[in-house]
């Protein structure tokens, strides 16, 4: 098992830059696939990216590609969310989530393990 606690979101203005953390303890991080999705009011729970165990493989999701990079720390035990060129579409409640299975999933049913969520706010 392992707990997940997100760090980092906040409010911007439109065009900047946040970056986000998930620190994680309990089993081994490096063990899990790490991906990041959002949601804003109303809406279901978005992908917004997944990264390997290694770190050597990222898949984005469409509306994040090129603004947004995912990085993993296995020896801080920390994944990472940057954020730039920041839209007030972005506005949501950012989550990260652990698989232990070993793909890339982009859906959410597909995690075993979620963090609380921190909230990122884009005003224009």
């Known amino acids: 098992q392992v707990q997940l606690r997100e760090s980092g979101g906040g409010s911007v203005q439109a065009g900047g830059s946040l970056r986000l953390s998930c620190a994680a303890s309990?089993?081994?991080?490096?063990?899990?696939?790490m991906g990041w999705f959002r949601q804003a009011p109303g809406k279901e729970r978005e992908f917004v990216g997944v990264?390997?165990?290694?770190?050597?493989?990222?898949v984005y999701g469409d509306s994040v590609k090129g603004r947004f990079t995912i990085s993993r720390d296995n020896a801080k035990n920390t994944l990472y969310l940057q954020m730039n060129g920041l839209k007030s579409e972005d506005t949501a409640v950012y989550y990260c989530?652990?698989?232990?299975?070993?793909?890339?999933?982009?859906?959410?049913?597909?995690?075993?393990?979620w963090g609380q969520g921190t909230q990122v706010t884009v005003s224009s």
């Open positions: 309990g089993r081994t991080f490096s063990t899990y696939v």
């Open positions: 990264i390997s165990r290694s770190g050597g493989s990222t």
């Open positions: 989530g652990a698989d232990a299975e070993g793909s890339l999933p982009a859906t959410a049913p597909a995690y075993d393990y």
